[in-house]
């Protein structure tokens, strides 16, 4: 089956850095998400795209996120000056035709801890 | 008001035993329903989907939906150890070419041997 890459599996940052996590989505799928999970708590919906731009996001999503796909392939998000609560494991999704009836396929996740 | 709940847990069976797992849903537009299994440490993974009220069935697992009640149910026949997950329920409202399925905090299964 194809799979979400995700990288790197694991980021250390100090609080007020900026990251940038990257996601390479399957390459025919259309729509990409950013879902987030926190330590013990649910899987949360960050942003999603398609098209070349943002079609949705949620309140999470603020002036500190943004997202790109600055070469094609890669998709990544960017956290400008990262906070302590901002540590969470990432999660990259993609959904193939935006067919009700597929799938969403996730990465692997990226481990983000601020320290 | 929650968009999926479901009870924590965790739940225990024994091997071999039904585990039953529940989930609501507060958005009565919702039309896509899934359930996810996810390790510890790992990214989620599609377990079932179901669309149209009833059950559906793929082998030890069985989904039940019923819109009007906003519920929806997970069967797991004959449990094994390696059942022990937290399991996900996933709701999409659908529509408009809207497809952002929400999640609600997990059921941690334990199997027993």
């Known amino acids: 089956e194809p799979e979400v890459t995700q990288t790197p599996s694991h980021q250390v940052t100090q609080m007020g850095q900026e990251v940038i996590l990257r996601c390479v989505p399957i390459s025919n799928h259309l729509y990409f998400y950013w879902y987030r999970q926190i330590l013990g708590q649910k899987v949360e919906f960050l942003v999603s795209f398609y098209n070349n731009e943002i079609s949705e996001k949620s309140e999470i999503f603020d002036d500190q996120f943004s997202v790109e796909r600055p070469d094609g392939s890669n998709f990544t998000l960017k956290i400008r000056s990262t906070k302590l609560e901002d540590s969470a494991m990432y999660f990259c999704?993609?959904?193939?035709?935006?067919?009700?009836?597929?799938?969403?396929?996730f990465g692997s996740g990226t481990q983000l801890s601020v320290l | 008001q929650k968009e999926v709940e479901q009870n924590s847990g965790p739940l225990s069976v024994p091997e071999g035993a039904i585990a039953s797992l529940n989930c609501t849903y507060s958005d009565r537009v919702s039309q896509s329903f899934f359930w996810y299994r996810q390790y510890s440490g790992k990214s989620p993974e599609l377990i079932m989907s179901i669309y149209s009220n009833g059950d559906k069935e793929d082998g030890r697992f069985t989904a039940q939906l019923n819109k009007a009640s906003q519920y929806v149910s997970l069967l797991i026949r004959d449990s094994q150890p390696s059942d022990s997950a937290t399991y996900l329920c996933?709701?999409?409202?659908?529509?408009?070419?809207?497809?952002?399925?929400?999640f609600g905090r997990g059921t941690s299964l334990i199997v027993h041997p």
């Open positions: 999704a993609t959904w193939p035709m935006g067919q009700s009836n597929e799938k969403l396929f």
């Open positions: 996933a709701v999409n409202k659908g529509g408009g070419g809207s497809y952002i399925p929400t």
